[in-house]
């Protein structure tokens, strides 16, 4: 409405703006029929719409399945988007950075570097891209791709109130899934924010030892700090935390690592997904058997912990979690 009034024009054209950009997905002012032809020549000057071209598209094969876009910035760089289909429903997750600074052991996304935060218009333009596939807003949007959210905290949380506005995209923000890494003063802000986003947290260990191999971040957060944090987090907010943990053979899937999570998580109100891990080429850990995901299920349940394991989807595509990688236009693709 600020705009309009700057430029000489009735506050009703910020609603109909906005309604092209969020109810109909239009790809540029050009498409906005209802604007007046000078006022969609200034926009266009000032402003560009969130609208990236796919350079790559991956489907898994079969009916429903995960699928994998290559989304070109303005500037080259990309971005890897998943669409997860289940149930007639679509989760989108999209990437918050262009790489990412934290380097966990096992993610492809730290390995290549980091190059750059996105805007709140790119992070909205991975929403819109995914809504002019489907037609509709994604049912779920997890911010689980390429980069840390809370290292990228305001452009994240301006996307995040933009997606879930009643009057634009509408994802409800139960419906929205910040993923971190661990980082504390993240968690904190997020508790001021007064939104009913979800929080995932990253574990992956329950030691600080073998936390600090996998995930160097626990460098700067150490993980007792880090559940202490997260503890106060869900008294306060009375929100459920989800951690995730990703089940590496021989490296963290023992029963006495599991008890120790037990342990760890006892006293939080919180859930536990459980990952197998996804292979990249940089890392050399495998895959546990599901015998060894259910066997941490089982610890977890008869310490009253929510466990379930999750079925990571887009494998064979390199779609999964820790999966996704920075790549450039210029590059071989
Ligand atoms: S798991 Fe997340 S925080 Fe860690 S390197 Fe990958 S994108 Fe970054």
Known sequence: MRLCAELGQPSYRAGQIW??????????????????????????????????????????????????FLLKLPDEECVEIVFIPAKGKTTLCVSSQVGCKYKCAFCASGMGGFKRNLSTGEIVGEVLFAARRLGAAPAHVVFMGMGEPFDNYDNVLKAVRIINDAEGLSVGARKITLSTCGIIPGIKRLVDEKLQVELSVSLHASDGALRSKLMPVNKIYPLADLLAACRQYAEQTGRIITFEYTLIKNVNDSKAQAEQLARLLGKIHSRVNLLLLSPVAEFAGTTPSPETAKMFVDVLDRARINATVRVSKGGNINAACGQLRRRTFTENL
């Open 19 to 68: 309604r092209w950009l969020y109810h109909h997905y239009a790809e540029n002012f050009s498409a906005m029929k209802n604007i007046p032809g000078q006022l969609r020549a200034d926009l266009d000057k000032r402003f560009s719409v969130g609208s990236f071209p796919a350079v790559k598209e991956q489907t898994e094969s079969g009916a429903g399945s995960t699928s994998k």
